[in-house]
């Protein structure tokens, strides 16, 4: 599986902003999808999740509320729409997809083992 994420940009706290994830190599209907995001010297930390089955999602406490990720299997991509950006939310976001995630490991990086390019997302004050 191969993911391509992008849509990422400089914006102003306060301000929205929607990225995107193209995947290819594999139905996509399939596969888990989540995001990430890192900044450096710090672990890369869960954003968002959205489950093949049932449609359940799963979210970072410091984004909900503000994020919300989808998908469309038709087009083979996921998204996640940031609104009311604040300068903490400045990192490089990844999408992240597996077909054999466990619940116990939704919110963690060893639950995917595919993985985009990253996308920098800056948000100024």
């Known amino acids: 599986v191969q993911l391509q994420a992008s849509g990422g940009g400089l914006v102003q706290a306060g301000d929205s902003l929607r990225l995107s994830c193209a995947a290819s190599?594999?139905?996509?209907?399939?596969?888990?999808v989540a995001w990430f995001r890192q900044v450096p010297g710090k672990e890369r930390e869960f954003v968002a999740a959205?489950?093949?089955?049932?449609?359940?999602?799963y979210y970072g406490d410091s984004v909900k509320g503000r994020f919300t990720i989808s998908r469309d299997n038709a087009k083979n991509t996921a998204s996640l729409q940031m609104n009311s950006l604040k300068p903490e939310d400045t990192a490089v976001y990844y999408c992240?997809?597996?077909?054999?995630?466990?619940?116990?490991?939704?919110?963690?990086?060893?639950?995917?083992?595919?993985w985009g390019q990253g996308t920098q997302v800056t948000v100024s004050s």
């Open positions: 992240a997809a597996d077909s054999g995630t466990i619940l116990s490991t939704v919110r963690h990086i060893r639950g995917y083992k595919y």
């Open positions: 190599g594999r139905t996509f209907s399939s596969l888990n």
């Open positions: 959205l489950w093949r089955s049932q449609g359940r999602t």
